[in-house]
């Protein structure tokens, strides 16, 4: 018997997927509430705020929401596009500088933690079977993430300290996902019943996974460290 998964709904599958958009009344008014915020001109960077909006509708409202439940490969689309590229727009837009910047180890460390965490079986399986565990693995990615890219934007961090972070990052998503992808055996259940109508095994599903989260997720941490490390290098012109 499938899992259900509490807030995505059941599986999608091939027929449907175009027809399964999320339209939770509360989902789309905290939506609504950010875009106000963002068009009332109170993001630091409001290019970055509406990219990071249609982002969260991608990952929230959009079928992948749906598609997510089928498979786990799916699932790990739409972490990867909350941490790796809406948490970083969100910071870019939102650096809330009067809170001031937690030490940037500890972020790192931390939001490590949280991935690891929510990627392990036992605690995946838990965070999709009802509504406030999903949205507190959602939460906590995300704002594990943000605080972790706020730290690396922020002016007084060192290009080098930031890199560092970025390259520590990397190298934490880039083990987990080898281990996801050379796992002998599937290892998340809860999409078991569902990958067969997308035509993958769990165990292929599951690889496939790994090799988004040991590759693809590796781009926006590799481009932001290039554009830092070339800010750093750029030699300003002299004012006139």
């Not at 599986?11 to 999320?22: Q, V």
């Not at 490590?112 to 605690?123: E, F, M, R, T």
């Not at 992808?181 to 599937?186: C, D, L």
């Amino acid at each position: 018997m499938p899992y259900l998964i509490a807030y995505c709904g059941p599986a999608a599958i091939p027929a449907d997927l175009w027809l399964r958009w999320n339209t939770d009344p509360l989902l789309l008014a905290a939506l609504a509430a950010l875009a106000f915020v963002i068009a009332s001109g109170r993001s630091a960077d409001a290019r970055a705020g509406w990219t990071a909006l249609a982002l969260m509708a991608v990952v929230f409202v959009s079928p992948l929401c749906a598609l997510s439940s089928a498979l786990f490969s799916a699932r790990v689309t739409h972490h990867i596009i909350l941490i790796a590229a809406v948490a970083p727009l969100l910071a870019r837009a939102f650096p809330l500088p009067r809170l001031g910047h937690a030490p940037l180890v500890p972020v790192v460390a931390a939001h490590a933690v949280v991935v690891w965490l929510w990627h392990a079986p036992g605690p995946y399986t838990w965070g999709l079977a009802t509504v406030p565990a999903y949205w507190l693995m959602q939460t906590t990615l995300l704002g594990s993430a943000w605080l972790m890219w706020r730290g690396v934007f922020a002016p007084a961090v060192p290009t080098a300290a930031a890199l560092m972070a970025l390259v520590a990052t990397i190298g934490q998503m880039g083990l987990l996902g080898a281990l996801i992808v050379f796992a002998p055996a599937p290892l998340y259940v809860v999409h078991f019943a569902s990958t067969a109508a997308w035509r993958l095994t769990p165990l292929a599903d599951q690889q496939l996974a790994g090799l988004l989260m040991w590759v693809l997720a590796m781009i926006p941490y590799l481009a932001v460290g290039l554009w830092l490390a070339w800010s750093s290098l750029r030699v300003r012109e002299p004012a006139l």
